[in-house]
């Protein structure tokens, strides 16, 4: 055989043996040689060219693809066959109180979102939300709410994940700040809140608009007092960036609304403003929004025919607006955050920076005087309304963070704090060798802090309903 690697042949000259041909012709050497004939040859194995692989993988691929094409066509009948089976019966189907229960609760087929509860069951929780964590932190027009609700309920084909996400939000904020027993439990808090982050994508990027923003900060309100405070500050870092697009920090961004729509646009700002300034001091992290970069006024007050964010004494005529009230409280968190975490306090001497703190303990004493004697601590501990007390939990607890925090004297500033203690151990140590030690060593402002700091305990211990949720 001609070639570098001539095929092998085997020939079989003996019943017993086996041996290799080396290929030559017309004879192989072993036949010449027992003189014998070549009885085997190679089979052929010829291997197909490039272009004709290339062929039958082309042929491949074309019939798979016609038969994707089929059944995609096949898919598509059964779909539309469904879909006008579906339309004859809500045709023929009359208008029942039956019908609709079931409507409330149907999944919307056109977006895939989950059931509800009925409208029956949805309503009363909405309302007293309303009522009551929305009355003082008023992310929600009421009215406004009210008719999306039941906009959902008697459009079901008209359904969007945006306005699913409100619901969902709204149920979730409403079980989360609800005291138990307030009304028969329809789900849970997780369950809503699940509901919300499955969307959460679609709030995000979809066209923006009022709701996505009111979305995320119910979200944040949800993680406020959650352990990790991760999810908090990735969300109001989001709902400000939302917001700034849509101009909610600016006066000029809602001239062309109606005083009722501007409105509620400057207290979603604020709503976004309060959570930002406490989350960035829980976290140590610079606050997303500036104060420099605000043109809109703080709630009003003074109450007009709008209630929206005040709260009325025991006595039914002395009133306070509360979410004015926390706005200023946020602003002065701003300040204890730079006078204590910020980079540039950490350039300053200690002289420097208890000057500063000395300037921000004042602007606390200022806020403090403008609460009325009726929403003291002191007061509301001998009231018999727990629900304010369970309301002011809030706004006294960060006060009383933010003094302790310009005292040196909380341990979430661990640098002064363990300063501090380490001062202490050393003026124990003197006291038990006998020695003369005039007075124990203290933070600045010591003494308020310590008597603000019993005054809110008596408040808390007024308090039945012990949901971290207000002890922030």
Same mark, same amino acid.
């Given at each position: 055989?001609?070639?570098?690697?001539? *095929?092998?042949?085997?020939?079989?000259?003996?019943?017993?043996?086996?041996?290799?041909? #080396?290929?030559?012709? *017309?004879?192989?050497?072993?036949?010449?040689?027992?003189?014998?004939?070549?009885?085997?040859?190679?089979?052929?194995?010829?291997?197909?060219?490039?272009?004709?692989?290339?062929?039958?993988?082309?042929?491949?691929?074309?019939?798979?693809?016609?038969?994707?094409?089929?059944?995609?066509?096949?898919?598509?009948?059964?779909?539309?066959?469904?879909?006008?089976?579906?339309?004859?019966?809500?045709?023929?189907?009359?208008?029942?109180?039956?019908?609709?229960?079931?409507?409330?609760?149907?999944?919307?087929?056109?977006?895939?979102? *989950?059931?509800?509860?009925?409208?029956?069951?949805?309503?009363?929780?909405?309302?007293?939300?309303?009522?009551?964590?929305?009355?003082?932190?008023?992310?929600?027009?009421?009215?406004?709410?009210?008719?999306?609700?039941?906009?959902?309920?008697?459009?079901?084909?008209?359904?969007? *994940?945006?306005?699913?996400?409100?619901?969902?939000?709204?149920?979730?904020?409403?079980?989360?700040?609800?005291?138990?027993?307030?009304?028969?439990?329809?789900?849970?808090?997780?369950?809503? @809140?699940?509901?919300?982050?499955?969307?959460?994508?679609?709030?995000?990027?979809?066209?923006?608009?009022?709701?996505?923003?009111?979305?995320?900060?119910?979200?944040?309100?949800?993680?406020?007092?959650?352990?990790?405070?991760?999810?908090?500050?990735?969300?109001?870092?989001?709902?400000?960036?939302?917001?700034?697009?849509?101009?909610?920090?600016?006066?000029?961004?809602?001239?062309?609304?109606?005083?009722?729509?501007?409105?509620?646009?400057?207290?979603?700002?604020?709503?976004?403003?309060?959570? #930002?300034?406490?989350?960035?001091?829980?976290?140590?992290?610079?606050?997303?929004?500036?104060?420099?970069?605000?043109?809109?006024?703080?709630?009003?007050?003074?109450?007009?025919?709008?209630?929206?964010?005040?709260?009325?004494?025991?006595?039914?005529?002395?009133?306070?607006?509360?979410?004015?009230?926390?706005?200023?409280?946020?602003?002065?968190?701003?300040?204890?955050? #730079?006078?204590?975490?910020?980079?540039?306090?950490?350039?300053?001497?200690?002289?420097?920076?208890?000057?500063?703190?000395?300037?921000?303990?004042?602007?606390?004493?200022?806020?403090?005087?403008?609460?009325?004697?009726?929403?003291?601590?002191?007061?509301?501990?001998?009231?018999?309304?727990?629900?304010?007390?369970?309301?002011?939990?809030?706004?006294?607890?960060?006060?009383?963070?933010?003094?302790?925090?310009?005292?040196?004297?909380?341990?979430?500033?661990?640098?002064?704090?363990?300063?501090?203690?380490?001062? @202490?151990?050393?003026?124990?140590?003197?006291?038990?060798?006998?020695?003369?030690?005039?007075?124990?060593?203290?933070?600045?402002?010591?003494?308020?802090?310590?008597?603000?700091?019993?005054?809110?305990?008596?408040?808390?211990?007024?308090?039945?309903?012990?949901?971290?949720?207000?002890?922030?």
């Amino acid at each position: 055989m001609e070639g570098a690697h001539p *095929p092998q042949r085997k020939v079989i000259y003996h019943p017993r043996r086996k041996i290799k041909c #080396d290929g030559q012709k *017309p004879r192989c050497t072993t036949c010449v040689v027992h003189e014998s004939d070549c009885t085997y040859s190679a089979a052929s194995r010829k291997t197909p060219s490039r272009k004709q692989v290339a062929i039958q993988r082309q042929r491949r691929e074309c019939d798979l693809q016609s038969r994707v094409e089929t059944l995609e066509h096949q898919l598509g009948a059964v779909l539309e066959k469904v879909e006008k089976l579906e339309r004859r019966e809500d045709v023929s189907s009359p208008p029942t109180q039956a019908h609709s229960e079931g409507a409330s609760r149907m999944t919307n087929q056109a977006s895939g979102l *989950p059931d509800l509860p009925s409208f029956q069951e949805v309503l009363p929780v909405v309302e007293r939300y309303l009522a009551t964590f929305n009355s003082i932190f008023p992310l929600f027009h009421p009215a406004t709410l009210l008719q999306t609700v039941k906009s959902w309920y008697q459009n079901p084909h008209s359904r969007d *994940p945006i306005t699913w996400a409100v619901i969902n939000v709204v149920l979730a904020v409403a079980h989360h700040t609800s005291s138990p027993g307030d009304w028969p439990p329809i789900g849970n808090t997780a369950t809503y @809140l699940n509901n919300v982050q499955s969307v959460l994508t679609e709030v995000i990027m979809r066209q923006t608009d009022l709701a996505n923003v009111q979305v995320l900060l119910g979200l944040s309100v949800l993680f406020w007092s959650a352990e990790d405070s991760g999810p908090a500050l990735i969300l109001i870092g989001t709902a400000l960036r939302l917001a700034h697009s849509l101009g909610l920090h600016t006066r000029k961004s809602s001239k062309h609304y109606s005083h009722t729509m501007a409105m509620q646009r400057n207290r979603v700002f604020w709503m976004a403003y309060i959570l #930002d300034r406490d989350i960035s001091l829980q976290t140590k992290l610079a606050p997303v929004q500036l104060d420099s970069d605000i043109d809109l006024d703080l709630p009003p007050s003074e109450a007009d025919d709008d209630l929206a964010g005040f709260i009325f004494a025991a006595d039914g005529h002395t009133k306070v607006n509360y979410f004015r009230a926390r706005i200023e409280l946020a602003r002065i968190q701003g300040m204890v955050y #730079d006078c204590v975490y910020s980079v540039s306090a950490q350039n300053l001497s200690s002289e420097e920076r208890a000057q500063n703190a000395t300037r921000i303990l004042r602007s606390l004493d200022e806020w403090s005087s403008q609460i009325p004697p009726g929403f003291h601590a002191a007061t509301l501990s001998q009231s018999s309304y727990p629900e304010l007390s369970r309301y002011f939990c809030i706004l006294y607890s960060t006060r009383l963070s933010c003094r302790a925090l310009l005292s040196f004297g909380s341990a979430s500033d661990s640098f002064h704090y363990s300063d501090w203690m380490q001062r @202490l151990q050393e003026y124990g140590g003197e006291v038990a060798t006998g020695q003369v030690v005039s007075h124990a060593p203290v933070p600045q402002g010591w003494q308020t802090l310590a008597e603000a700091s019993r005054e809110y305990i008596k408040l808390f211990e007024t308090v039945t309903c012990m949901d971290t949720f207000f002890m922030r």
